[in-house]
């Protein structure tokens, strides 16, 4: 089991970032 580094907790910030916008989008256009 990897120790998790700053990369892998960027790497999986970007990952549900980019989730969140997707799912936001249709809201934020309508806005």
Do not use: D, R, W
Request: proline residues 6%; aromatic residues 6%.
């Amino acid at each position: 089991m990897k120790v998790p580094t700053m990369e892998g907790i960027h790497l999986l910030y970007l990952e549900i970032n980019k989730i969140f916008s997707l799912s936001c989008q249709p809201i934020c256009n309508s806005a």
